[in-house]
């Protein structure tokens, strides 16, 4: 007689959900909408940042193994987990290079609007886990000049001579955000951008926040807005997914939480928890979660300047623009639903290494910048 299938509820926005279809029986819902009674007899859960995992949704199930396909674990109760003999995983890293490739189009769409150069900037960074350590990492590669926040750390990091205070951090021209969001502890970041704060920062800062909407108050940035020309982009919101609309309209770019979105950041994110899903169930004779490496040639500028051929084979691969202008749809009235329907139905993002690029007619800086942020 077979052994009935493991019983799974899954964020039905989960990538890559028919390779558990193939060893599991699996329940697709949305995220937003997981109960108690629709996980009550789920043998494991599968979400992602969405979904609050805690007392009141597995109280009184059967669960035994969660699993988050995302870096960020705010949103789940590790403690009740523990106490409960619940196995928890998640995905650290997966969404990374995702994260970071966001941020380098960021500031090449900042370059193309407001005509400075990028590299030429200093770049504070709040936060060093595997998101701002890789981003570090590129920028070192790079010569551009960084600092990093991050009091958690000590001095085995790589880049511990970078190491600053969190005032000096905010002195340089560009902050670019990559903490989690807490609020216990001796360094809460809810707010770490209060109101104080915001008013003290250069009245032309750059500003990019890829991590959690309630590290900066919303509404403080906006009221600042009047006295700062602030050159901002944010990818999360406090309040997510009923944003603050105005902000949304200040911003120079406005995404709807998908800086890790891209195809191989999803993929990567599934390929991590099914392989501890493989583990936890003890199902050795499973198939490996397949990974697409293909590649796709993309036509590069061959004239304008240096910076020019950067920003716009940046912009090529990845249109940060248009992903904006589908955020500029929501409506007061509709900002939850459609906030999440974009999520939900976001189009396919390749990272800069699926891209193959013909370095013939690029001037000799403009290769090595690419090649350094890994077009093939």
Same mark, same amino acid.
């Given at each position: ?39 009550k007899h789920a043998d ?38 523990? +106490? ?27 370059? &193309? ?6 590299? &030429? ?12 350590? @890789? ?9 551009? =000049? ?37 609020? !216990? ?6 707010? +770490?951008?209060? &109101?104080?704060?915001?008013?003290? +920062?250069?009245?032309d800062s750059m500003i990019? =926040? ?7 108050? =919303? ?18 919101? &406090? ?7 105005? +902000? ?58 240096e910076l020019e051929q ?45 891209? !193959? ?15 350094? @942020? =890994?077009?093939?």
């Amino acid at each position: 007689m077979n052994k009935p299938k493991i019983q799974v509820v899954a964020d039905e926005n989960i990538s890559g959900l028919e390779y558990f279809d193939a060893i599991a029986d699996v329940s697709k819902v949305s995220g937003r909408l997981l109960s108690a009674q629709k996980v009550k007899h789920a043998d494991a859960l599968l979400v992602r940042s969405v979904s609050n995992i805690n007392k009141d949704l597995l109280g009184n199930s059967n669960v035994k193994f969660v699993a988050s396909a995302t870096s960020g674990i705010d949103h789940v109760d590790l403690e009740f987990l523990k +106490l409960n003999n619940i196995h928890f995983a998640h995905a650290p890293g997966s969404n990374a290079n995702s994260v970071v490739q966001y941020v380098f189009s960021s500031m090449a769409f900042l370059s &193309e609007k407001y005509n400075f150069d990028w590299r &030429e900037l200093s770049v504070g960074i709040i936060g060093a886990g595997n998101v701002g350590s @890789l981003l570090a990492e590129y920028l070192h590669a790079l010569n551009i =000049n960084f600092v990093i926040y991050d009091p958690y750390l000590d001095d085995s990091h790589l880049f511990s001579d970078k190491f600053v205070s969190f005032e000096r951090a905010l002195k340089q021209d560009l902050i670019t955000v990559h903490t989690p969001l807490t609020t !216990q502890g001796l360094y809460p970041t809810w707010h +770490l951008f209060d &109101e104080n704060v915001i008013q003290g +920062l250069a009245k032309d800062s750059m500003i990019i =926040n890829t991590s959690r909407g309630a590290v900066i108050d =919303n509404h403080a940035l906006y009221s600042e807005y009047k006295s700062h020309s602030w050159r901002c982009v944010l990818d999360v919101w &406090e309040n997510e997914p009923d944003i603050y609309m105005p +902000l949304l309209e200040k911003v120079d770019i406005g995404t709807c939480h998908i800086a890790g979105y891209s195809y191989e950041g999803k993929e990567q994110g599934s390929a991590q928890i099914y392989q501890a899903f493989l583990d936890f169930f003890c199902l050795q004779e499973a198939p490996a979660y397949p990974i697409n490496t293909e590649t796709k040639s993309i036509e590069t500028p061959s004239g304008g300047s240096e910076l020019e051929q950067i920003n716009q084979t940046i912009l090529i691969a990845y249109a940060i623009a248009v992903d904006y202008k589908q955020m500029l749809q929501l409506t007061e009235k509709k900002a939850a639903t459609t906030f999440d329907e974009l999520r939900k139905k976001y189009p396919l993002r390749r990272e800069f290494q699926y891209y !193959q690029l013909d370095y013939a007619g690029l001037a000799p800086a403009a290769k090595k910048v690419l090649r350094t @942020l =890994n077009f093939n």
